[in-house]
Structure formats: C-alpha cells, structure tokens
C-alpha cells in the first residue's frame, strides 16, 4: 500500500465517521417510516392493495395525471426559467445579486402562504382577471382557480428557482471566448446561442429538470388548494386514503408505488445525461 | 517579404479610438497592412494590443474610427458577417464537439454542402498534419495539437484576414518556437494577411514583415524588424526591443555629442540638428579596446549566455554599460569598451 493510498484510505474513514450523525437521523425519521408504510401495504401477506391501485382504472388516471402534471410544469419551467437564468448569468455582477435575491426570496415565504396569495390574484374576482376586464381585454372572467390552469400557475411558480439555479450556474460556467469564437466564424448570435450556449448548458438544464419533475410527482399543497378537488395528484390520494378513510394499507401501496415511479423517472433522466457527451 | 500566392485581402484602420471610462485603450490608431503581409502587433500587457484586435474582429466597437478590409468599410458590420478567422489566447475550440465538426464549423454557418464540407475538413487537417484526429475531442489532444485545430478551424473558410491573439503563450519553448515556423510557413503558402500580436519581441522579430509597437493605446513605430531593431524612433521602442544602452547628451557639433557627466562621442548622422539626443547603441556593437568612443570602467556583472558573454561595466561618471561578446572578463576586473560612430542610433528629442 502506497502512502497515497494510506491516505485516500484515511480520508474515506473520516468522511464515513463523519456523515454518521446525519445518517442515523435519516434512518430514524426516514427510513423507518418508510419501511413501516411499506410493510403496511403487504399487511396480512396480500398485495391486494397494489392489485386495486394498479388494475383500477381511477387510480390509474391519477397516476397518468401527476405524470402529465410533472411533465406540463417541467416543459415551463424550462421555457420560463432558462431565458431568466440566461440573462443573470450573463448580465453584471450586480444584477448577478439582485437576480439571485429575487430567485430566493420566495424560499423565505411558505409554500402554504404563497398558494394562498395565489387564490387571492386567481379567483374570479381576483386581481388577475379583474385587470384584464379593466383592460377590457375579456368579457368574463377566466377560470384560473380550482382547476388545472390553478395548479399548473402554482406549481411553476414554486418550483422556478429549482430550474433556474442550476442553469444559472450551467451558463456562468460557459466561457464566453467560446460564443465570441463562433461569432466569428459566421454564427450570428442566435445560432451561436443553439450550437454553443445551449449544448454547453444540457448538464444544468437537465439537472433542473430532474429536481422540478421529481419534486412535482410529489406535489400535495398546491394541487390541493388551487385545483379545488378538481385535481387529483398520488399526494392528494393518498392524503384522503390516511385522513378520511383510514386506510393504511392502500395509502401504503400508493406511496410505494409514487417512490418506485419517482425513481424511476431519475433513473431514466440520469441515464438520459449519462449517454450524453460531455 | 509578401507570400507567393496572395489569397487575403488588406486591412486599413483608420484613427480607431476606444475608451473605457476613464481608460482610454485606444487613442486613435491608424495602421495598414497589405494583401498576404505578416503584420505582427508588439507591445506589454495593457497597451492596447488586444483591444486592437477586437475592434478589427468585430467584439468590441470603436468610439471613433473607422475599419476596413479589401476597401470595404466593416465599421459597422457584426462579427459574423465580417469573413475574418481568428486564434484566440485559449484557442476556444468547442469541447462538446470533435475536431472536425469544430472545424466544419464555419462551413456549415456559411451553409456549405456536405460533401463539400468534408472535402475542405479534411484538407483543413491534413494541412495542419492531423489527418487522423477529425473524430477526437479537443480535451484529448495536446496543447500544440489544440493550436492546430483552432488554426485549422481558422483558415478553412478562405478568411480575407487571419488574426492571431497571443496564440503560442501556453506552449512550451520548443513547441513554440515549431509552431512559430509552421504559422508562417502556412501563411506564406495560403498567402493570408495576418495580424499577430504578441508581447514577445524575439517571437515578433522571428516571424514578421513588418512590426507595429503598441504602447499606452497608440502604435510609436511600424517598420520592419531590423528598421525596428537598428532604428527605433523612441526611447520605448529601442528598450522594449532586444537590450539597449541608452547614452543621453546633448549635441555639439555636426558630429559630435557631449554626454551628461562630461565625455564626449563622435557619432554620425546628426545632420544640421542640435538639442538634446539619446544615442542607441546595441550591446553587441559594444567592442572591447574599441579604437573609437573609449569607456574605461569596472565589469561589475559578467554573465556567460553561451553563445557570448554578457558584461556590465560601470564607468568612473557613473554611465552603465551593456557589452554582448565572445571574451570572457571575470567580474571585478577593469576593461576599456567603445563603439565605432556608425553604430550609434540618434533619438532626437527629449526623451
């Protein structure tokens, strides 16, 4: 054994004594919860929790719908997130800050609030749509709230900052001699934007999305209070599975099945990024 | 000593100025170089020389001024449109794409037809001797290799100009000195006009027609490189290129100066001038028991380079000395040195 590798030896010893506290937390408030769901959903030694949730054609549609959901809001937050973190990336240092601030500052206000000043500007005499008519732009007012429109607003709104972080730092790190070069040979700024900044920035763009498609399959308040009960997500399912009708075993199965979809999905993104050239 | 075949176009800068706040980068700078001429840009760090290039690039645009390749003004033309290939400092190949779709790349901006596209990748490469690397990535080439392509990726959409930003500054010496011959050799045979900056004066007297020297924003002189070397025109000039002793005095007569401290030296050239000159004289024209112009002082630096030794002899009035020759005189001992009246350079003015 080389003194080299003594000491990687040495540094692995240390990073695993140290990430112990955190593990142990993890495992006592994660892991065992989770495996006691799980054994729940197999009470009795029957999968007939995962036959119903599976085979029925409600549960299945709600299943296809948070699927559809995840992917509208990803789509988005995409189109809506990457010219934002574009132009903090590359705007001055100042506006750098200022940029970052008002990503983060809605990270300091729950969710909770948040959603709620959503149905204040959504409803039907809300903000939203008292201005348009003002403007006189609609004749009625547009049906925003309890609906899909009401969670998609929330949902993107929420979770912008996840798609917008990691491209910001994708772009930053793309030097800029690389899109002066292809200027200057014949590239106007836009086709030097696509065959340059954009494949540059694939790493962040597909970071981002992992995190907002992840997060949304799991999305519970928003869809709660903006879709009105019009808007089923697995969360929401198994919510009313726990609460009202205190079945443990079926909420069990469903969460079981929203971890292994989960999963699935980042596997899937994962591998998407991994056959991609650097 | 144009190239063989001229294929570029020639450039004219016409009193480009630039300023950032304050800062005045460019104070009105007008230069022109002729169709397949090899111009090299010289001067330190902040003078200006880099800011030059852009302007002429199209990144960044003049406060006043104006550009023009071929007779065409591209003052006002983007980057894009202006058909000038560029090495940059650090090559700025595409990391994403392989060599040869780096290459293609200007081709297919200008919306070249495949076949033809390959055809001029491939002779793109073989031009630059890698024939066989069109399908590796830039991160797994060398240094010298990376050069290449961003040469290759330079010239292979026919530019009317070539510039060339510092391009050999992270190469080792020899690499360096290897792909100084081979731009040069490319050049000539392409017959492309190419401006090339640089802060290395032995790099620029190696591969240049003609010197431009480029210090606080504005071009003191532009000749060729023994015009530069043996005549510079400024104080700046003479002690940024090559090693220089620099005797102020003043003019006595036609052919005499009498230097501060007292001695007097018989020089040529003067004419019917007076005031105040410098005179430049090269260390190695310095000469041991010089018949002419005799200096008798103490070597107190003697450094041996090789090819000759270099002394510094300090004299009884203070003058410090730089002499470049095939003696060895050890440190400490005493040594007469002059010069003969036709080596010496006048710079006239106050310097």
Not at chain 1, 119 to 137: A, D, E, F, S, W
Not at chain 1, 225 to 230: C, D, I, M
Not at chain 2, 253 to 273: F, Q
Request: glycine share 10%; proline share 4%.
């Amino acid at each position: 054994m080389t003194p080299a590798d003594r000491a990687r030896r040495r540094a692995v010893g240390s990073a695993i004594a140290l990430s112990v506290p955190g593990m142990l937390v993890l495992l006592a408030l994660f892991a065992v919860p989770l495996l006691r769901l799980l054994a729940l959903s197999v009470e009795g030694g029957s999968l007939t929790a995962y036959e119903k949730a599976l085979t029925n054609e409600l549960y299945l549609r709600v299943i296809f719908e948070t699927f559809k959901i995840a992917a509208i809001v990803t789509f988005f937050t995409f189109v809506l997130g990457y010219p934002v973190a574009y132009v903090m990336a590359t705007s001055g240092r100042i506006w750098q800050i200022v940029g970052i601030a008002f990503v983060l500052l809605p990270f300091w206000t729950s969710i909770l609030v948040r959603t709620y000043a959503w149905m204040v500007l959504l409803g039907r005499n809300g903000v939203v749509n008292r201005t348009l008519m003002g403007l006189g732009l609609i004749d009625g007012p547009l049906p925003l709230l309890n609906n899909l429109s009401g969670v998609l607003i929330g949902m993107v709104h929420v979770l912008l900052p996840y798609m917008i972080l990691p491209v910001f730092n994708a772009v930053k790190k793309v030097d800029p001699t690389l899109v002066l070069a292809a200027e200057g040979l014949g590239a106007p700024r836009w086709r030097a934007f696509l065959h340059v900044t954009l494949p540059l920035t694939m790493n962040g763009v597909m970071a981002g999305m992992t995190l907002v498609f992840t997060l949304s399959l799991g999305f519970f308040i928003t869809p709660a209070l903006l879709g009105g009960g019009r808007v089923v997500m697995i969360a929401n399912l198994i919510e009313e599975q726990v609460r009202e009708l205190l079945n443990w075993a079926f909420a069990g199965a469903l969460s079981a099945i929203l971890l292994a979809l989960t999963l699935l999905a980042f596997w899937g993104i994962s591998r998407i990024m991994r056959t991609r050239p650097a | 000593m144009a190239a063989e075949d001229v294929r570029g176009a020639d450039l004219r800068v016409d009193g480009v100025a630039k300023r950032y706040g304050a800062v005045v980068a460019l104070g009105g700078v007008s230069l022109s170089v002729a169709a397949g001429e090899f111009l090299t840009i010289l001067g330190p760090s902040g003078s200006g020389k880099t800011t030059l290039l852009k302007v002429v690039a199209g990144f960044e645009f003049p406060d006043a001024g104006r550009v023009a390749v071929g007779g065409a003004d591209i003052t006002d033309v983007s980057p894009a449109k202006r058909n000038i290939g560029m090495v940059f400092q650090n090559y700025a190949l595409f990391p994403h794409m392989s060599v040869a779709r780096n290459i293609a790349f200007p081709l297919l901006m200008r919306g070249v037809p495949k076949s033809e596209i390959e055809r001029r990748v491939n002779r793109a490469l073989e031009l630059v001797e890698l024939q066989s690397y069109g399908e590796r990535r830039p991160s797994q080439l060398s240094g010298g290799q990376q050069q290449r392509v961003a040469l290759a990726r330079a010239i292979v959409f026919d530019p009317t100009l070539l510039l060339l930003d510092e391009p050999f500054g992270a190469l080792d010496r020899k690499l360096r000195e290897s792909m100084q011959l081979e731009v040069r050799r490319l050049q000539r045979r392409l017959g492309l006009t190419t401006v090339f900056i640089t802060h290395d004066q032995e790099e620029a007297l190696v591969l240049s027609d003609r010197i431009a020297v480029m210090d606080d924003g504005v071009i003191r002189q532009v000749g060729a490189p023994d015009e530069i070397y043996d005549r510079p025109a400024d104080d700046f000039v003479a002690q940024f290129i090559g090693e220089s002793n620099l005797l102020a005095g003043e003019i006595a007569a036609l052919d005499r100066v009498v230097l501060d401290g007292g001695a007097s030296v018989t020089v040529r050239g003067l004419g019917a001038g007076h005031g105040r000159v410098r005179l430049l004289v090269r260390p190695e024209k310095m000469a041991i028991d010089a018949a002419t112009n005799r200096f008798t002082g103490t070597v107190v630096e003697a450094v041996y380079l090789g090819e000759a030794h270099k002394l510094r002899v300090k004299t009884a009035e203070g003058i410090e000395l730089l002499v470049r020759g095939h003696r060895a005189v050890p440190a400490g001992a005493s040594l007469t040195v002059g010069f003969a009246p036709e080596d010496a350079h006048v710079i006239c003015g106050a310097g």
